[in-house]
T-cell receptor, first 113, second 112 residues
């Protein structure tokens, strides 16, 4: 079965650089979520999109932005990177038809040097 | 964690033993879910229990929910070395739509 696809899997950037992460949700899933997980931490909700519109916003820094495109893939853009942005970034998708569970991708590991 | 705590933070047991992990939360919920995460990998959904349910089973997993105490427990019976992972509870809150808020996780190690 198709899963959530994230790219790149690993990314190394310097401070003050910009990074873009991509997420391809499970086909026919209408909601995409972005989470950030620091080392040894629980996943923290950043932002979500429902039918290509922002539906909810969490602890996402102003330096970050995200959008969902017409083909339902989503991108998380991170600018002016800081050392503290080093983390695993997960995308998840869900469907109104589901019971409420989220399906997570394997994550993108961002390292800021 | 913004939502609650899990205990224990780390648990080490022998294969064949049972593992119990607890989760507490702070707000009214629609449902509570448990996820598993192998080191550096994505989270995998294990089981969901709705706010009007008290107990649910799935294979070797048993989940309980006590909404009066705002707590849940996950029991893994007859553990296997392959169960070694981090386990997170996550809540869907009445005031937060479909997003999930995760607890701090329990690192389970099952020794062969």
């Amino acid at each position: 079965a198709a899963g959530v696809i994230q790219s790149p899997r690993h990314l190394i950037k310097e401070k003050r650089e910009t990074a873009t992460l991509k997420c391809y949700p499970i086909p026919r899933h209408d909601t995409v979520y972005w989470y950030q997980q620091g080392p040894g931490q629980d996943p923290q909700f950043l932002i979500s999109f429902y039918e290509k519109m922002q539906s909810d916003k969490g602890s996402i820094p102003d330096r970050f932005s995200a959008q969902q495109f017409s083909d339902y893939h989503s991108e998380l853009n991170m600018s002016s990177l800081e050392l503290g942005d080093s983390a695993l970034y997960f995308c998840a998708s869900s469907s109104d038809q589901n019971t409420g569970e989220l399906f997570f991708g394997e994550g993108s590991r961002l390292t800021v040097l | 964690s913004q939502q609650g705590e899990e205990d224990p933070q780390a648990l080490s047991i022998q294969e064949g033993e049972n593992a119990t992990m607890n989760c507490s939360y702070k707000t009214s919920i629609n449902n509570l879910q448990w996820y598993r995460q192998n080191s550096g990998r994505g989270l995998v959904h294990l089981i969901l229990i709705r706010s009007n349910e008290r107990e649910k089973h799935s294979g070797r997993l048993r989940v309980t929910l006590d909404t009066s105490k705002k707590s849940s427990s996950l029991l893994i019976t007859a553990s296997r070395a392959a169960d070694t992972a981090s386990y997170f509870c996550a809540t869907s809150q009445e005031t937060s739509g479909s997003r999930l808020t995760f607890g701090e996780g329990t690192q389970l190690t099952v020794n062969p």
